[in-house]
Nanobody, 123 residues
Framework: QVELVESGGGLVQAGGSLGLSCAASGRTFTDDYMGWFRQVPGKWREFVAAISGGNRITYYADSVKGRFTISRDHAENTMYLRMNSLKPNDTAVYYC????????????????WGQGTQVTVSS
C-alpha cells in the first residue's frame, strides 16, 4: 500500500521559516515527479512546487519563487519543502503528491496524495 505522510507544519510568524517533509512508503518514485500543493477553505487546490525524478528539475509557482525550495532524497524516498520569508497568505493545508499523471507537474493530477499538514502564518 502506497502512503505519503507529510510532517513539519505548524504556526509561524510572518517572515519566519518552516520545513515540510513528505515520506513515501510502499513504492519508490525515483522516475516520477513529486510536488507540493496547498489549499485554503473555499478555494481550489493550487500548485506550489514540483521536482522531477532523475535530474531533479524544479518548478515553482510565481508566488513562492525565491522563498521556497523543493528537494528530494531518493535514498530516503522523501521530499522536502523549505519555506522562508513566510507571509500570512501562505497559510493553507499543504499536500504532497507523487507520480504526476500528465507531463505538466503543476497540474493537480497526481496518482498519490498525502493527508495534508496545516501551515499557519500569523501577521
Amino acid at each position: 500500500q502506497v502512503e505519503l505522510v507529510e510532517s513539519g507544519g505548524g504556526l509561524v510568524q510572518a517572515g519566519g521559516s518552516l520545513g515540510l517533509s513528505c515520506a513515501a512508503s510502499g513504492r519508490t518514485f525515483t522516475d516520477d515527479y513529486m510536488g507540493w500543493f496547498r489549499q485554503v477553505p473555499g478555494k481550489w487546490r493550487e500548485f506550489v512546487a514540483a521536482i522531477s525524478g532523475g535530474n531533479r528539475i524544479t518548478y515553482y509557482a510565481d508566488s513562492v519563487k525565491g522563498r521556497f525550495t523543493i528537494s528530494r532524497d531518493h535514498a530516503e524516498n522523501t521530499m522536502y519543502l523549505r519555506m522562508n520569508s513566510l507571509k500570512p497568505n501562505d497559510t493553507a493545508v499543504y499536500y504532497c503528491a507523487a507520480r504526476a499523471l500528465t507531463t505538466m507537474p503543476e497540474i493537480v493530477a497526481y496518482a498519490y496524495w498525502g493527508q495534508g499538514t496545516q501551515v499557519t502564518v500569523s501577521s
